[in-house]
Nanobody, 128 residues
Framework: QVQLVESGGGLVQSGGSLRLSCAAS????????MGWFRQAPGKERKFVAA???????????NYADSVKGRFTISRDNAKNTVYLQMNSLKPEDTAVYYC??????????????????WGQGTQVTVFS
């Protein structure tokens, strides 16, 4: 069982930055692929970014086209934490952001069913 706890959400003006964190309670954190998804009110949950670390994935990252060049995913395996640095935020980035994890078998998934474990989410609101 993997427990994930997100933090770092908040209210920010358009063009601003936020860094989300997700702490995982698991003994072998480096063996898990980690992802970020977001869900706006009335809309489906969408992929944002993901990062692997195993010998199969080689630390590969994936990003949604809508966040490429603005968001950066990273991980600190010593702290069992994955981060999402969000720059140049736009009102359309407003959503609840969820952290997700799954055993890293080389496939750094971009779909919600690729992940078994989920956090409770953290709200990000960008105002213009």
């Amino acid at each position: 069982q993997v427990q994930l706890v997100e933090s770092g959400g908040g209210l920010v003006q358009s063009g601003g930055s936020l860094r989300l964190s997700c702490a995982a309670s698991v003994r072998t954190f480096s063996s898990y692929a980690m992802g970020w998804f977001r869900q706006a009110p009335g809309k489906e949950r969408k992929f944002v970014a993901a990062i692997g670390w195993s010998s199969w994935s080689g630390g590969r990252t994936n990003y949604a086209d809508s966040v490429k060049g603005r968001f950066t995913i990273s991980r600190d395996n010593a702290k069992n934490t994955v981060y999402l640095q969000m720059n140049s935020l736009k009102p359309e980035d407003t959503a609840v952001y969820y952290c997700a994890s799954n055993w890293d078998n080389g496939r750094v998934g971009v779909n919600a069913p690729d992940y078994q474990y989920w956090g409770q989410g953290t709200q990000v609101t960008v105002f213009s």
